[in-house]
DNA sequence: TGTACATCAGTGAACGCGCGTTCACTGATGTAC
DNA sequence: TGTACATCAGTGAACGCGCGTTCACTGATGTAC
């Protein structure tokens, strides 16, 4: 009967989840090479082996966890997207840029596993390629729809070098409709983005930069003010 | 003797720097977590307890190696800077930013373990500060000479946030004798530098940016022009 | 509605591995007189 | 220049730890007729 047969999938499922769970806690406090499914096991009350029915290898659960984190931040960064006027450009790229922040600060160690350096001997899956992008696609989409609305107003309008060219076009999956230089921005404001998350959270700020909300509003303001974008709509 | 006392002190520091190059090369292969001081011992065919008369510790191994990284990105970062004219400042905003990349890109795990995730467990001691801030020494001085020399000419002119006042504080430690806002935007080009090497070598570009030496100078350029540096010099 | 069979979750033991660190020791190298 | 002593490097055994994965198994849950 399906109505059973759900009953049983339900409980996979809870388990499941209650396994990625305790991973992500473990993650948290260990770190990504620190991840242990024997920890997990013993955890949930399992026997070790147990685990294997529900992720075949340690690979495939780390491939979940990196799903679910690239998830959570494409989420954060398209709800704070969508919680802003659409035409205030300005105030929406503040509203992403602090959402991602936000999102990292909450999660640093699957922000690290996401961001930071590669775990050794693991490599990602293609699957992993669609979640990834997720908050891409959102800054993406702002940069067109400012251009398109005739909103970018850059103070300096350089044009891109002819060898960015080819990067440009591939990029412009992500950003139609706007010439190579303001790729070059965005790509540039885009690093610097999560540059500063990566710095912020990984310690290079100790001891430098202490008073850090406000000095990562001066970075993404200054970084708004670079692609153009108008100030953020009174209100912010 | 003291002839005699720098024979053995001479095997010691021959050792000691042995020690660390294996290190280092097991860094390469495996990441920081495949650290493993028996398979130093194993390969400098030692028993492996004998490494403790070196390194009372891993963490003493790790930290040796941190300080040995900074130093090298510092001092690639110093020579590139020194190679050029020093009125020249917008090729040697270019010159160290490749320079730190260059010294990146050949030595992957080292910038991970630098710039990456933190090592779990591991709390870096205060003398690696000394080591860490080389490279950004080398920035902040070039920012405060090109301001001096009346060179720095930023196409926007927004002022600083009051917020940020405290932070522009002591950053200038580091960029003397300049306003908020050039600091502002010197840390923003700082994180983006970095942000942009971190994405390049944890692999954030896979598939999307490829031809990345262009694209690096690309975005190296819109930094500098976002600071107000003049263009390079010919000859660049 | 009841029975025979198939699927699946969890067990427990085992394999084989590697790790950092301590400790008492031997023997060589360096030092002081 | 030679001897007595102190320092130091490296040994080998051991402690105690944790890990991922395989495998034959039991017993419960679900399915088909």
Chains 1, 2 share one sequence.
């Not at 940069?143 to 412009?172: C, I, K, N, V, W």
């Not at 983005?193 to 930069?209: A, P, R």
Request: hydrophobic letters at 45%; proline letters at 6%.
């Amino acid at each position: 009967m399906s109505a059973s047969r759900t009953a049983r999938e339900r409980v996979r499922a809870e388990l499941t989840r209650e396994i990625t769970d305790i991973a992500r806690r473990q993650l948290a406090t260990e770190g990504a090479a620190g991840l242990s499914l024997r920890a997990i096991a013993r955890e949930m009350g399992m026997v070790s082996s147990a685990i294997h029915r529900y992720f075949p290898t340690k690979d495939a659960l780390l491939t979940a966890l990196i799903i679910d984190g690239y998830n959570a931040v494409g989420a954060a960064a398209e709800r704070a997207d969508a919680a802003r006027d659409r035409a205030d450009f300005g105030g929406r790229w503040l509203a992403i840029c602090r959402a991602v922040r936000d999102w990292a600060l909450a999660h640093p160690h699957e922000y690290a596993l996401l961001y930071g350096s590669p775990v050794p001997g693991y490599a990602a899956p293609p699957d992993t390629v669609a979640a990834a992008i997720r908050d891409t696609v959102v800054l993406g989409r702002l940069a067109t729809e400012a251009h398109e609305a005739g909103a970018l107003d850059p103070p300096d309008d350089h044009p891109a070098a002819e060898a960015f060219a080819a990067d440009a076009d591939r990029l412009r999956e992500f950003i139609p409709n706007v010439p190579d230089a303001t790729i070059a921005r965005a790509v540039t404001a885009w690093t610097a983005l999560y540059g500063w998350i990566s710095f912020e959270l990984f310690g290079q700020f100790n001891n430098v930069i202490l008073d850090r909300g406000p000095a990562f509003d001066q970075h993404v303001h200054n970084l708004a003010h670079y692609q153009g974008l108008p100030d953020p709509r009174p209100g912010e």
